[in-house]
């Protein structure tokens, strides 16, 4: 049985190597390119298997098969997808501006490959525990802005331009919910390394329970960082055809496409972490590599949340979606920070903070959804009536 | 213009209000002086109520057997009154061939305006007072105006079809299959003609002065940002086919917008006159290829009112009505799941809507022959009966399925947060303005104006039929889809009845069908309420077996003329919601 805990395997490991008689920073070298290596092999596979259920999934939606003619179970599209991308030619606009081009996909991949590094796939299964994971995971994950942004500007396109223009608005501006409802778990924990915060969750006392509105607003952000429905106007194919990477083809564009899949995953292997309790569950102190278990089955649940919610909903425009974040989740979400503050300070034993900061979190929840109906009938009245600017000129001339 | 102002004379009508501007009568229709007509125009508006102009089309008269002593060109205008309903005014207006002019009527309909610059393109006719008077369906360096008579394409063979034999002596031996082909042989041969100063190779597309439909650009108040121009299409996923608008832009926000069309243009109007009457049937097909049994409809009617004396049996009355009720269902459940494709939906909408749409087609290919091209009805009647059990299928599909499948999108769609939000006061048309722009069918219901040509000029048999206009008072995206949602219920109370209704009997009038027959002189403008609106035919005949004149008068793309004013003032994303709910095909746009 110990040998399947993966502390137990490390140790093993690292004693083996320190046996050939390397050195200590050897054996560190060897740790970190042998984990980048598994890291990246997960990383690139795992998006393979994600398209094939993204579309296997929006087929079922929508009524009809979806990809059955590669492989078992159309398993091996991706793979030919994949192929047929690397054998695209390779465009480059004529007046784009060459550097920042080529070197957005590569920071859009780079930027969420790193995340991975922070990520508890198990008790003890995380290549760098740091202490600041929480602000790690938001400092990286702002570099995919960047990637974005500088695809947009460098195309030399309109809608690549426009695209642009809306990843700084949107991007930006859903960050600080998420960085706020992510906030959350972090002052109730009192720590901002994940795999703390993991361990802090046993036994179902997962911060998702606890605080379910703080939940909901880091998947609303996340759905929105992610570029999902109904928040994907960045490449909204029916306005601005595919926004800022209109212009990339064969690998380049292959490359979005994998940042795209990629944070897809890792939105919501930091949702399971954070909210859902990442590896925990029963029997996991018996047999560690359960954990594994438990936390892919969280995450595949949360990118099946996200694939079903962008086979379904129409998009917001572009105001609507601002005014969403503005207007709405970033005041509730500090509101709840409030609440979390006030909770971790209460004289009481933990199990009624808990109960109390559950309560609290549902009252606000009725709150937000009140309020975000309210807000886009609003909305809708404001527009309805108004008079045409200039119609009227036409007609009685 | 015209040197002697002829005597005015009092018998005419109109004339003593604006005199001497009616200068003939050819039975209803009135021949109006071309300098008097702009005045007389703002009177039928005001006065006489004729706010709604449907159709604005050129006739030219070069080889008109019974026209040779008029000018060569004339402007053929129908105008109906929508608070009245009924038939039209027809008002023609003259120009000789030195001088092809005729005053603007945008400034008085502004429903006129991309009808005019039809009229410039494929008739030469100029439009003084029209602010934006350029080609619209052909490019800059098209040499001629392709619908004057004297105009021949490209292998031009002869005026008229069916073409005598290419080998009228029989098969022809194989030694002279060596000879060049047909094509080579024709006459003008490939007839590429370039205007003056035109060369091909190093040609640059001219500049053109956007106007942005009749709104100039409008400053926004407050924050002064660059203004860019976007070309939305040719290529673009939600322009509904090669159809591109011109948009400028505020950051997001719409300053102005032109559509650009006529990609798809092959001159179906020139290919109509080639055409005998019935050789145009299955081309009809073509224009709205969502709804090929409403053109097939639009087309009989209109050649049977010219012919006069058709008998068609009551059968063949039923099944049409049948098949464009069908068709209307159709159609919506196109529209609406595209529109939420439009809004961002992931085609899951899209595809739930044309589930149903399936069925009816196998319907039509039991029936025709063809799922999409149709060609099923004929002068008289329509081309073949329904198979047997046809009828039972149809009726199993509308009291069970249809029903439930238009609930089940409305469950699903009507009452959703972000459609409303997207929707909602989005692309607002003023009953004013939809009238005044000729826009038609759910796009003129949904501002709130209950005009239904079943209703207004009821044609075929819809006068037996209990069934309801539906309006919707927004005027915006919400509302033509809403209108959308309740006219499939009323086609399906349609159906029910005409499927209860429907007698045996013959589909065609006894006696034997003719290839190729004459029609009587004349001219007719017959108009149905086709699923996109108001779809007219304008036939003039000069008793040869060919339409001397065809012209269609095509829902889509005069509802095209408010998509610019719609759109001002509200983001890119709308723009695409509202092409969206007008609900374009571009084979009828470009014809």
Same mark, same amino acid.
């Given at each position: ?397 | ?386 198979? $047997? %059990?046809?009828?039972?299928? !149809? +009726?199993?599909? /509308?009291?069970? #399925?249809?029903? =439930? ?67 919707? $008072? %927004?005027?915006?995206?919400? !509302? +033509?889809?809403? /209108?959308?949602? #309740?006219?499939? =219920? ?77 759109? /001002? ?23």
């Amino acid at each position: 049985m110990t040998l399947l805990d993966p502390r137990v395997l490390g140790e093993w490991w690292n004693t083996f190597l320190r046996s050939g008689g390397l050195s200590e920073g050897w054996v560190i070298f060897i740790n970190a390119v042998v984990v980048t290596l598994i890291l990246m092999g997960f990383g690139l596979t795992s998006v393979l298997i994600i398209i094939w259920a993204e579309r296997k999934i929006a087929g079922r939606v929508q009524d009809r098969l979806g990809p059955n003619r590669v492989g078992p179970y159309g398993l091996l599209q991706s793979v030919a997808d994949a192929l047929k991308l690397m054998t695209k030619e390779d465009i480059t606009p004529e007046r784009a501006e060459r550097i920042t081009y080529n070197l957005a996909p590569g920071l859009a991949v780079f930027a969420v490959l790193m995340l991975l590094v922070v990520i508890p796939f198990g008790p003890g299964l995380i290549a760098a525990d740091l202490n600041i994971g929480v602000l790690y995971v938001v400092a990286m994950g702002s570099f995919g802005i960047m990637a974005a942004l500088m695809a947009g500007w460098a195309s030399n396109n309109k809608y690549a331009l426009l695209g642009g223009f809306r990843t700084v608005a949107q991007l930006l501006s859903y960050e600080i919910p998420m960085v706020l409802s992510m906030s959350v778990p972090v002052l109730f924990a009192g720590t901002m390394s994940l795999h703390k915060l993991v361990e802090m969750q046993a036994n179902f006392r997962w911060f998702g329970l606890i605080m379910p509105t703080a939940f909901l607003i880091y998947l609303i952000s996340a759905l929105a960082e992610n570029e999902r429905t109904p928040f994907d106007l960045l490449e909204a194919e029916s306005e601005i055809v595919a926004g800022y990477h209109i212009e990339y083809s064969g690998l380049k564009f292959a490359w979005f496409f994998l940042a795209f899949f990629l944070n897809t995953l890792l939105l919501s292997a930091i949702a399971v972490t954070l909210f859902l309790g990442g590896w925990q569950g029963p029997f996991v102190d018996k047999v560690p590599l359960l954990g594994v278990l438990y936390f892919f089955l969280k995450t595949v649940l949360i990118v099946f949340v996200f694939m079903w919610v962008r086979a379904t909903f129409p998009r917001l425009r572009i105001d609507q979606m601002m005014a969403l974040a503005w207007k709405v989740l970033v005041p509730m979400a500090l509101a709840l920070v409030l609440l979390a503050a006030t909770a971790v300070k209460l004289p009481w034993p933990p199990l009624a903070r808990d109960v109390f900061l559950f309560f609290s979190n549902i009252v606000m929840l009725f709150v937000a959804l009140g309020a975000i109906g309210r807000h886009l009938r609003q909305e809708a009245e404001r527009f309805s009536g108004r008079q045409k600017w200039a119609t009227s000129s036409s007609t009685t001339s | 213009m015209s040197e002697t102002m002829p005597a005015v004379d009092s018998t005419l009508p109109y004339n003593d209000v604006v005199p001497g501007a009616v200068i003939g009568q050819d039975g209803e229709t009135l021949i109006v002086a071309r300098e008097k007509w702009p005045e007389l125009a703002r009177y039928l508006r005001d006065k006489e109520g004729y706010d709604y102009l449907s159709s604005v089309t050129g006739v030219d008269n070069l080889t008109h057997p019974k026209r040779k002593d008029v000018e060569r060109f004339e402007v053929v205008y129908h105008l109906y009154s929508i608070q009245r309903g009924g038939g039209p005014l027809v008002i023609k207006v003259r120009a000789p061939e030195e001088d092809p002019e005729v005053p603007s009527v945008v400034s008085i309909w502004p429903g006129a305006d991309f009808q005019e610059r039809e009229i410039w393109d494929l008739f030469g006719i100029r439009f003084p007072g029209h602010p934006n008077l350029r080609r619209i369906l052909l490019w800059e360096g098209f040499h001629g105006h392709p619908l004057r008579k004297d105009w021949k394409e490209a292998y031009y063979e002869e005026e008229k079809k069916p073409f005598g034999s290419r080998w009228p002596k029989g098969d022809y031996p194989r030694e002279k299959m060596r000879l060049p082909w047909q094509e080579e042989r024709a006459i003008w041969q490939d007839n590429v003609v370039y205007p003056t100063d035109f060369a091909p190779d190093t040609w640059q597309p001219p500049e053109i002065t956007y106007h942005f439909g009749l709104d100039l650009y409008r400053e926004l108040e407050g924050l002064k940002t660059d203004r860019i121009i976007v070309n939305m299409g040719p290529q673009h996923p939600s322009t509904h086919g090669v159809f591109r608008m011109v948009i400028a832009l505020e950051g997001e926000t719409i300053v102005g917008l032109e559509p650009e069309m006529g990609y798809l243009h092959r001159n179906h109007e020139k290919i109509g006159e080639r055409n005998t009457y019935l050789m145009n049937i299955p081309y009809t097909d073509r224009l709205d290829y969502i709804c090929s049994m409403s053109n097939n409809l639009g087309y009989v009617l209109a050649v049977e009112k010219l012919l006069g004396d058709v008998e068609v049996p009551e059968r063949a009355h039923y099944l049409r009505v049948i098949m464009a009720e069908f068709t209307r269902i159709v159609n919506h459940m196109w529209a609406i799941g595209f529109l939420l494709n439009d809004l961002g939906a992931f085609f899951t909408p899209a595809l739930y809507a044309i589930e149903e749409r399936e069925l009816i087609l196998d319907l039509f290919e039991a029936a025709s022959g063809a799922r999409m091209m149709c060609n099923y009805m004929r002068p008289g009647g329509v081309a073949r009966d329904v198979p $047997e %059990g046809w009828l039972d299928q !149809a +009726r199993k599909l /509308v009291n069970e #399925r249809l029903p =439930r499948a238009i609930d089940e999108l409305d469950r699903y769609l009507s009452e959703n947060e972000i459609l409303l939000a997207r929707t909602k006061g989005v692309g607002y048309l003023s009953p004013e303005d939809a009238i005044a722009y000729s826009t038609s069918g759910p796009v003129l219901r949904g501002s709130g104006v209950p005009y239904d040509v079943r209703k207004a000029e009821p044609y075929s048999i819809y006068d037996r039929f209990d069934f309801d206009v539906v309006t919707e $008072e %927004g005027g915006d995206v919400y !509302a +033509r889809y809403m /209108v959308r949602i #309740r006219e499939m =219920r009323e086609s399906v109370r349609i159906l029910k009845q005409a499927l209860r209704d429907i007698p045996e009997g013959p589909v065609m009038p006894p006696g034997k069908q003719k290839y190729s027959f004459r029609v009587p002189p004349g001219e007719v403008y017959q108009r149905i309420e086709a699923p996109k609106g108001e779809l007219g035919f304008y036939l003039v005949s000069d008793g040869s077996p060919n339409p001397y004149r065809y012209h269609v008068r095509a829902p889509s793309f005069i509802n095209l003329t408010a998509l610019g004013p719609m759109c /001002v003032g509200y983001k890119v994303a709308d723009a695409v919601a509202v092409l969206g709910s007008i609900d374009i095909v571009l084979g009828e746009t470009d014809r």
